[in-house]
């Protein structure tokens, strides 16, 4: 029905940066909001940044200032650009849209991942 994937994800230094994007496709109508989570072996998934509207953001403390959550409403894409990555900052990176598909309920959905890894 709708099918998200990431992309962008790697190895980099502390300090540097990395720009992960997530496209939507399927039966979408409309999408209420975007947003990115994280997750580390043996931890849950961790809110990191949500975008409502295309335009109005909110960021976990732990990326404020550091992370800018983006969309391109038309091409049904969502963006994290990561600024001055932490080795905390390692995780895998999943995207999510709240995505009205013409049922009566907009649903969730999930992409699979992208692996982001701050080594040294």
């Known amino acids: 029905q709708v099918h998200l994937v990431e992309f962008g994800g790697g190895l980099v230094q502390p300090g540097g940066s990395l720009r992960l994007s997530c496209a939507a496709s399927?039966?979408?109508?409309?999408?209420?909001?975007m947003g990115w989570y994280r997750q580390t072996p043996g931890k849950q998934r961790e809110w990191v940044a949500t975008?409502?509207?295309?335009?109005?953001?909110e960021y976990a403390d732990s990326v404020k200032g550091r992370f800018t959550i983006s969309a391109d409403n038309a091409k049904n894409t969502v963006f994290l650009q990561m600024n001055r990555l932490e080795f905390e900052d390692t995780a895998v990176y999943y995207c999510?849209?709240?995505?009205?598909?013409?049922?009566?309920?907009?649903?969730?959905?999930w992409g699979r991942g992208t692996q982001v890894t701050v080594s040294s």
């Open positions: 999510t849209m709240n995505v009205n598909t013409g049922l009566l309920r907009a649903n969730d959905y």
């Open positions: 399927g039966t979408i109508r409309s999408i209420n909001g």
């Open positions: 975008i409502t509207d295309g335009i109005k953001t």
